[in-house]
């Protein structure tokens, strides 16, 4: 293994095993703590004089493993049940710091085996690790990329990510103590997790890093890695974003390979056979939905037609407008007061939602108004909130506000055409700690509330209590509007947003359950979030096999992405791609896309040219099309 110093020109250091570099700046911030080597040229022309801070003082201990030429390099060769120690001079802390490792996995597609890719113990008295692997507390555990900074203060961060099999990838993890600690992933130089939390522990590394083995950690359960590793890459200080962009553009394998890497499993969904349904007149059926989240739609009818023009063209059939984003209607409620920006549009008689039904259905769109049920806007209604209040939360748990929400959405019911309803916010946005709160709880669950509260990231009957609380709490929303709605409007089509689990998975502690609720009847549609370049489609397909019927479940793509501190849209083709592999892979199921406020001119062009070429029309669920027989 080698590695490159971080530096405008990159000097490649090559030495036998592992040299250590001690105090070598960076950026007067970051100290360099290790650069591993395994090869054995001594006498290349670019290993300068300022180098020599350079000393073969560490050790790179072969457990099985070896050093094998990968494309002219170097790499350590590691088979899943073999490993490497090194024990650096000077080990990490927990106070913080950067540990980057490159990685070529060769295990076979599919795989649901744990792979770690390194771990240590922590000189803690209290058998605490890091860690870094593909899977861990298995089973619920097994499908996620894992950084556990030291288990021993629940410190952790993770997602549903799989490694590239057959391409090199960059995993950096960074970590800092404080009131605002934190913990990071990185893939090829993006974060894609960060985990915020308060924490001011300092420990110092006990033992050898141990590379493709979980034998560092106290759970160990013979996680091996399958695979190649090299430039490992250690600071002892936390690299900042674009430190660690940097580093990555540094030290990049096959760069000609890159973007075959980032884009293989969407090719590969490409390359899966077309299956379309059809009505008896031949007619193509296919739910194409767009989610807008502003108002501007309901801010003139010149707004309204310029919109729906856009959205016609591009190829939708479903518009999914926000009504209420928690700080007032954006149409006359009888019962919840206008938001501002549409009060005097409202008070002059011009109806919004009224207008758009109209002339949405008369283009052939659907339309499903949008609520964000528990998010609160503004302080519009205190009386639904107190002290101990999920930030930016309605209280849920008061009867009160339950009622008020549910009869908002009633009302738009029973006096629009509508075609459906969607939910989102559907959850208590975390645990509330009220007094209210605290005797609902204890009159419910038989509990004391602070004791179950102090063990809720254990999993244990105080978590279960605690789920059981948020759970009985959301599905009463879900419940009451759901048999209220289908007694006025048989034919309406219910969904919510959700980042649904599988029935494996324990859920975070917000009461949204969407798989029981689709599979109880609840609701007919989950559209399920993932607005990432590589959405997690192993995770979703666990869900769609959880449900009993498939094409409940819609993946709701993003059409926009974040360029450092820019929102921009996404690239027509790429657009385009997505919405024919979702026809491809799921094609019970339809597509989405959000967010409205991004849809370029270049993504209408690219839908209307290929995968929404052919006109369609959206999907009734199943229950509709047994009642209709």
Not at 76 to 92: C, I, N, R, V
Not at 113 to 126: P, V
Request: aromatic share 12%; charged share 30%; glycine share 6%.
């Amino acid at each position: 293994m080698k590695y490159r110093f971080l530096l405008p020109k990159p000097i490649p250091l090559f030495f036998l095993l592992v040299p250590l570099i001690m105090a070598m700046g960076h950026n007067n911030k970051s100290q360099l703590l290790e650069k591993a080597s395994a090869t054995e040229d001594f006498s290349r022309a670019d290993h300068r004089p300022e180098d020599e801070l350079t000393v073969r003082k560490g050790d790179l201990i072969l457990r099985g493993s070896f050093i094998e030429e990968q494309e002219t390099e170097g790499s350590l060769k590691l088979d899943g049940t073999s490993w490497a120690e090194y024990k650096p001079l000077k080990g990490l802390t927990t106070e913080g710091g950067t540990i980057s490792i490159w990685v070529k996995p060769v295990w076979r597609e599919g795989d649901k085996k744990s792979h770690t890719i390194f771990s240590f113990k922590w000189k803690d008295g209290n058998n605490g690790y890091l860690a870094l692997s593909q899977g861990w507390w298995e089973p619920a555990g097994a499908d996620r990329l894992y950084f556990i900074l030291n288990n021993q203060e629940h410190l952790h961060c993770s997602l549903p990510y799989k490694l590239t099999v057959g391409f090199w990838s960059n995993v950096t993890v960074t970590w800092s103590k404080g009131a605002n600690g934190f913990c990071r992933i990185y893939i090829d130089g993006k974060k894609i997790v960060e985990k915020s939390e308060n924490f001011f522990s300092s420990h110092l590394q006990n033992g050898p890093l141990f590379l493709g083995s979980d034998q560092g950690s106290t759970d160990s359960r013979n996680r091996g890695f399958e695979g190649y590793m090299d430039d490992l890459t250690i600071f002892n200080t936390c690299l900042n974003d674009l430190e660690v962009a940097e580093l990555y553009r540094n030290q990049v394998k096959q760069p000609d390979l890159v973007e075959e890497k980032k884009y293989k499993w969407l090719n590969d969904g490409l390359e899966l056979p077309l299956k379309q349904e059809r009505a008896e007149n031949g007619t193509l059926i296919e739910t194409r939905a767009i989610f807008d989240e502003d108002v501007s739609w309901a801010t003139s009818r010149f707004e309204t037609d310029r919109i729906l023009s856009r959205i016609k063209r591009a190829g939708f059939n479903v518009y999914v407008p926000c009504v209420w984003h928690g700080k007032g209607t954006y149409f006359p409620s009888t019962i919840a007061k206008p938001d501002s920006r549409v009060k005097r549009r409202i008070e002059s008689g011009d109806d919004p939602l009224a207008y758009l039904i109209e002339k949405a259905h008369s283009m052939g769109i659907e339309v499903h108004p949008w609520f964000t049920v528990a998010k609160k806007g503004n302080d519009l209604y205190p009386q639904f909130y107190d002290s101990g209040t999920p930030e930016g939360a309605y209280n849920i748990h008061k009867i009160e506000f339950r009622k008020f929400i549910v009869d908002v959405m009633i009302d738009t019911v029973s006096r629009y055409d509508i075609d459906g309803i969607n939910l989102d916010y559907i959850r208590t946005m975390g645990i509330c700690t009220s007094s209210f709160c605290r005797e609902d709880y204890e009159e419910n669950l038989k509990h004391n509330f602070w004791a179950d509260y102090a063990l809720k990231d254990v999993k244990g009957a105080a978590r279960d209590r605690l789920q059981r609380w948020q759970d009985m709490t959301v599905r009463q929303v879900v419940e009451d509007f759901s048999r209220k709605a289908k007694k006025i409007k048989s034919d309406l089509i219910i969904s919510v947003d959700g980042h649904p689990q599988p029935k494996s998975k324990i859920r975070p502690l917000e009461g949204r359950d969407e798989i029981k609720w689709a599979n109880n009847g609840l609701i007919d549609i989950i559209f399920a979030m993932d607005y990432r370049e590589r959405p997690d489609i192993e995770t979703i397909d666990l869900v769609r096999e959880d449900l009993n019927d498939k094409s409940k479940l819609i993946v709701l793509f993003g059409n926009y992405e974040k360029n450092e501190k820019l929102v921009v849209a996404r690239s027509g083709s790429l657009v385009a791609n997505f919405t024919e592999f979702a026809k491809r892979k799921w094609p019970e199921s339809g597509v989405a896309f959000y967010l409205y406020g991004r849809l370029s001119e270049e993504q209408i062009q690219a839908l209307q040219k290929g995968p929404f070429s052919e006109f369609s029309i959206p999907k009734k669920p199943e229950r509709l099309k047994r009642a209709n027989n």
